[in-house]
Nanobody
Framework: QVQLVESGGGSVQAGGNLRLSCAGTGLIDRRDCMAWFRQAPGKGREEVARILLRDDASTEADSVRGRFTISREKNILYLQMVSLKPEDTAMYYC?????????????????WGQGTQVTVSS
C-alpha cells in the first residue's frame, strides 16, 4: 500500500519561497515516477512537475519553469518554489505511478496524497 504525505504548504507574500515535501512509503520503486499537481478553486487539476525515479530525469510545466524545481532524496519528493505569484495559489498534491513513454514521457498516476495548501497574497 503506497502512502504519500505532503507537508510544507503555507501562506506567503508574492515573491516569497516555499518548499513542499512528500514522504512516500509502500511499494514505490525505481520503475516508478512521481509528480506534483495543483488545483485552484474552480479550476482543473494541473501537473506542475514530474520526475523519473530511475534516473531523476524531470520536467516542469511551462507556467512554473524557472521558478519551481522538483527533486527527490530517497523516498522524499520535494518541490522548491521561488518567486511565488498569486496565481500559484492552489492545493498541491503529490502523486506516484508508472511512466508512459510516447513522443515524450508522462507519469500515469495511481496513488495520491491528501494535499497541502499554498496561498500567495499580492
Amino acid at each position: 500500500q503506497v502512502q504519500l504525505v505532503e507537508s510544507g504548504g503555507g501562506s506567503v507574500q508574492a515573491g516569497g519561497n516555499l518548499r513542499l515535501s512528500c514522504a512516500g512509503t509502500g511499494l514505490i520503486d525505481r520503475r516508478d515516477c512521481m509528480a506534483w499537481f495543483r488545483q485552484a478553486p474552480g479550476k482543473g487539476r494541473e501537473e506542475v512537475a514530474r520526475i523519473l525515479l530511475r534516473d531523476d530525469a524531470s520536467t516542469e510545466a511551462d507556467s512554473v519553469r524557472g521558478r519551481f524545481t522538483i527533486s527527490r532524496e530517497k523516498n522524499i519528493l520535494y518541490l522548491q518554489m521561488v518567486s511565488l505569484k498569486p496565481e500559484d495559489t492552489a492545493m498541491y498534491y503529490c502523486a506516484a505511478g508508472r511512466p508512459y513513454y510516447g513522443l515524450t514521457w508522462s507519469c500515469e498516476t495511481e496513488h495520491w496524497g491528501q494535499g497541502t495548501q499554498v496561498t500567495v497574497s499580492s
